[in-house]
Structures are given as C-alpha cells and as structure tokens.
C-alpha cells in the first residue's frame, strides 16, 4: 500500500507541493521550550524530507513562488517605505551594507578555508542570513549563464550544492535569530511589551486625533450650485463654502462649534 501511494504522489508532484506546505505548516507550530519554527522552517524541513526520497517539483514553481514571495515582502513594507527611507533611510542603508557585507566576507572564506564544493557557498550565505533572494540570485546565475561553472562540474551539480547549503545552514540561521530574539532582551534587562507599549503610545501622539472610530461627517453647503457635487470637488473649487457642522462618533453625534 504505501509503495502504491508512493508512485501515485510520484505522478502528482502538485499534490506533492501541498502535502508539504501543509505538513510545514504543522511541524511549524510544535514548540518546544515556547520556542516554535514558524512556517518558513516547517516546510523546509517537509521539503527536505520529500526531496531526499526522490519526491521533484516543476521548475515553474520555483520562480512562481519567488516572485510571490518579493511581491508579499513588498506590498508589506510599500505603505511606509518613503516614509522610512526619508527620515531613517542613511542608517538602515549603512546597517544592510555591514549585515551584507559581513555576511559575504564570512562565507567566501570559510568556503575557500574549509575548500567547499562549488556552489555550496552562495547556499550557505543565503541560509546562514535567512536570505531566500540569495538563494534565488545564485540560481538564476547558474541557470542563467552568468556565473561560470567550474570545470569538472555541471550546472545541475552546482545547483544542488547552493539548495542543500541554504537547507542546511537556514534551520541554523533561523533557531540562532529566534535565540537572540528571545534571549538579548533579557541580557540587556528590557522588558519588551512595555517598550512596544511606549513606542506605540508615541506613534499616537505624533499622528494626531484618532479618527479611525468616525462614522459619520455631516456637512452644511451655503450655495445651492455645490449641491450636486461631491464634497472632494466642493473643497477643491471652494473650500470655505463648505464646512463640518458634526461627526458621528460610536453612534453618538458630536456637534461643531
């Protein structure tokens, strides 16, 4: 039965692909010591379990996934990117260049040191830093041409070695960041749920009044010419024609002054 099961997942590498982000995902939610893997490192290691049984997925699925992943990462993070990059932009530039740079210098020469087979290198850097892009890059040169191919190995070769680096070397990088999230605040004696407390308290007090609980402006238009117009065109032909007599607040209406 299950040598039957086995060729029918063979055959169905879609349903492959399911079965291990749903395994991922629960693997992913087993804590230990209050610590848990998260979702990313629950399916790599279904992935790595999969794979080494011989289970292969479509090559499409790859870049598919990728370009899923930078698109979430950005619609994330676009919303308050100019924001960030103006007021705090030369610190976190200066913070990912030494985070890069470190990152690199480290993996070339422990790679030359330790004479690592091709490939394995680009792999250990991306895992060691939890950096799926470098995965990704060092791929996409391989397959792309751009990054020459030692003699005596082929890009297929190569390939591997930069997957089973970045395997091996991102449960490692991911329990050792998970470590220092939970550890160094109790090094440095910060209790972190009153510093968020904090931060957030200033947050408010920066962007003014809360507004998010209205429900309701009432408005009071002085000429009958603006009657059918939208609010947004009235304050943009004449805007001290129209002004704010109320807000509905919780079901409440607050009279304007």
């Known amino acids: 039965m299950l040598s039957t099961f086995y060729s029918y997942l063979l055959q169905h590498p879609v349903l492959v692909f399911f079965l291990v982000l749903s395994l991922g995902y629960l693997i992913g939610n087993i804590r230990v010591l209050g610590i848990s893997l998260g979702p990313v490192g629950g399916v790599l290691i279904a992935g790595l379990v999969f794979g080494h049984y011989g289970f292969t997925m479509y090559s499409g ?40 740079a470190t990152g690199f210098g480290l993996s070339v020469g422990f790679s030359n040191l330790l004479d690592l087979a091709p490939g394995l290198s680009a792999g250990l850097m991306g ?86 609980e209205i429900s309701r402006r009432i408005y009071r238009i002085t000429r009958e ?21 109320a807000i509905r607040r919780k079901g409440n209406v607050i009279p304007i002054d």
């Not at 870049?63 to 993070?77: E, H, P, S």
């Not at 930069?162 to 004696?189: D, E, K, N």
């Open 127 to 212: 895992g060691a830093m939890t950096t799926t892009p470098t995965l990704a890059a060092a791929q996409e040169a391989i397959l792309s041409g751009l990054a020459k191919v030692p003699d005596g190995y082929t890009s297929e070769q190569v390939l591997t070695n930069i997957g089973a680096g970045y395997a091996l070397t991102y449960l490692f990088g991911l329990v050792g960041l998970i470590l220092i999230i939970r550890l160094m605040p109790r090094v440095l004696g910060l209790d972190l749920p009153t510093e968020a407390a904090k931060l957030a308290g200033d947050d408010e007090m920066d962007s003014g009044p809360d507004l998010s």
């Open 61 to 100: 699925a790859q870049t598919f996934g990728f370009v899923l992943f930078i698109f979430c990462v950005g619609y994330q993070a676009g919303p308050n990117f100019i924001d960030v990059l103006l007021s705090d932009g030369l610190k976190y530039l200066a913070l990912a260049l030494v985070v890069a």
């Open 225 to 245: 010419k603006y009657l059918n117009r939208t609010i947004h065109d009235i304050m943009m032909a004449a805007p001290k024609e129209i002004s704010i007599v």
